[in-house]
Every structure is written in structure tokens, then in C-alpha cells.
């Protein structure tokens, strides 16, 4: 018996011209990837709505924006969500992100009247299913009649933060979805800037993982 510890074997491989196309193929998909990844996190969708709720995290820029949204639509309330604050709690007169917001708004100018916090209690992960559970147990004994809601987020988180929302409040409550933009880097050219890279990959991973959990 003959023992061998090598063969010769033929297999298949890229030409010139295959080699091309393959690159070809790949700076393409970049390209496309870079340009609809962002408009696909950054999603807007919006319903027919009285109640816009907004989510506390954001900065101030995008407070003023939501006055505005408010104003022009056929909205009647306006609800503030948000978890305790991560800096500064013993110093600050607002303990959450809700109450903070909701407070910027009538600094801002906004009828208080119109305007409710919900804040949410502190938590280590899912915060923002922490917000939405929140809302959803205020809602349910809350005067208001809200059959719908606009969500109001910031940039390519809206997305992450739609899925989970619509989760927990749908069918009773419909969720529609409204992205401010962001101010920190421009979105058409997100790669350009390292604020918008770690953002957007950020939430790609983040919402890669949100449809894998159950938000219920």
C-alpha cells in the first residue's frame, strides 16, 4: 500500500475580468449601504394622531423641533417619557428624564396644560421597553381617550425605539414614528463624521438585536 501525504486536486478560481466585477459588486453594495442604512433607522411614519409622545433623552435643539411639530399638527397632548437622570441626581432639581424634558418644554414656551411626564423607574437594560411599559400603565388609567400616538426620537435611534413601542402598546394603541435630525453630524454623509459612525453602526447592532427579543 502506497502512502501519500500530498495530491494534486483542480479547482475553480476568478479571472482578470471576474476579479473586476467582484470589486465592482462589492463598492456598490458600500455604496448603496451607506446611503439607505441611515433613511432605514431614521424612519418616519407617522399617524393620525392626537397624542405625540417624546422620548426624554433628547438634546434641547430637538425639544424645539417637537414644539413645532406639535404646532402644526392636530395634536392635543403632548407626553414626556424618560428614566431617572444618569448624572447629577443629587444636584438636579428634575430626578428623571421626563420630568426634565417636560420642564424645558414650558420653559420653551409650551402650555403646560397640554403636557404630562411619564417618567419610568431605573433599569440596567431595555430601557427603552422601560419607557414604553410606563406609558402603557398610565395610559391605562389615564382620563384620556388615546387610540394612537406619534413617537418622536432622534435620528436612526427611531427605528429601535418604533419596534419596541409598537411591541408594547399595539393593537390597542397604533404607534406611528417621527425622527428629528440630528444636529451633531450631517446625515446624508454619516461616515464622514466619528459622532455619526458610532451612532448608526451603534444602532444597526442595537437593532439587529431588538428583532431577536421579545418586547411584550
Known sequence: MKIRFIHRK?????????????????IA????????????????????ADVIVVEGWIPDYAIKDAIALFQRGSYNHLITT????????YLAQYKNFAELTAATFIVLGFNPEQLVAVPAPKVIKHRTQASAIALREWLSTSELDVKSINLYSLGPHARRSWIIFKAVLEPEIRVGVIAAEPQEYDPKQWWHSSEGVRTVIGEVIAYLYAQFVDWK
Not at 29 to 48: D, E, Q, R
Request: charged share 0%; with cysteine.
Open 10 to 26: 483542480s479547482q475553480w478560481t476568478l479571472t482578470i475580468q471576474g476579479w473586476i466585477v467582484t470589486f465592482i459588486c462589492i
Open 29 to 48: 453594495l458600500m455604496v448603496f449601504t451607506l446611503s439607505t442604512i441611515y433613511p432605514f433607522l431614521a424612519v418616519n411614519s407617522p399617524v393620525t
Open 82 to 89: 424618560g428614566l431617572p437622570v444618569s448624572k447629577g441626581y
